[in-house]
């Protein structure tokens, strides 16, 4: 089977930037995709194919990837960002999350 | 609009199966894969498995293998993800979610309310 690690929890003041990240083996040769979930919520779609942002999701989030690590990375962090954010991939055409971290914006 | 609609929260009792709809609405059913993913109370996502609605081809999570079954009704446009040998640990809230291009594995774009099955 395959595993995404992330860590449980990141902490943020406001308008500074949050970085998660999403380790697997080989990940570089694998899209990312990120969700957000806030709580008592569906998730929501927030980033794709590594890098790509759905429209309707604002430029303050963005994706990336190197080597093991994708990351996500959240710029001039709002009060309405904290919420849990998942990574997911695809192995042998099996959908994989990641286990989820908890953004807390302080 | 763009939307998936599933149906209502149901109490299980242990060993029982349990069928949750989710109907899709404002786009061509038949072109995008539905996944299943569920969610145990205080933990993460899980991927449940996939249905094309064209075809009925699916897959699933080798852990749920042999306890699920996805299935569609293209005329009424819906989904349908049932679960067998309901345990204890079932309990969980379970979403359908559109993927985000057609006919293959992307991601997943737009994602039912969910649907609460209890097991007791």
């Known amino acids: 089977s395959y595993e995404l690690t992330q860590p449980p929890s990141v902490s943020v003041s406001p308008g500074q930037t949050a970085r998660i990240s999403c380790s697997g083996n080989?990940?570089?040769?694998?899209?990312v995709t990120w969700y957000q979930q806030r709580s008592g919520q569906s998730p929501v779609l927030v980033i794709y194919q590594d890098d790509k942002r759905p429209s309707g999701i604002p430029e303050r989030f963005s994706g990336s990837t190197s080597g093991n690590t994708a990351t996500l990375t959240i710029r001039g962090t709002q009060a309405m960002d904290e919420a849990d954010y998942y990574c997911q991939t695809w192995f042998t055409s099996t959908g994989v999350f990641g286990t989820g971290t908890k953004v807390t914006v302080l | 609009q763009v939307q998936l609609v599933q149906s209502g929260a149901q109490v299980k009792k242990p060993g029982a199966s349990v069928k949750v709809s989710c109907k899709a609405s404002g786009f061509t059913f038949g072109d995008y894969y539905i996944h299943w993913v569920r969610q145990t109370p205080g933990q993460g996502l899980e991927w449940m498995g996939w249905i094309d609605p064209d075809y009925g081809d699916t897959n699933y999570a080798p852990r749920f293998q042999g306890r699920v079954t996805l299935t569609r009704d293209t005329s009424m446009n819906t989904a349908y993800m049932g679960l067998s040998g309901l345990r204890s640990d079932d309990t969980a809230v379970y979403y359908c979610a559109k993927d985000l291009r057609q006919k293959g594995m992307y991601g997943m774009d737009v994602w039912g309310q969910g649907t609460t099955v209890s097991v007791s």
């Open positions: 080989k990940l570089e040769d694998k899209y």
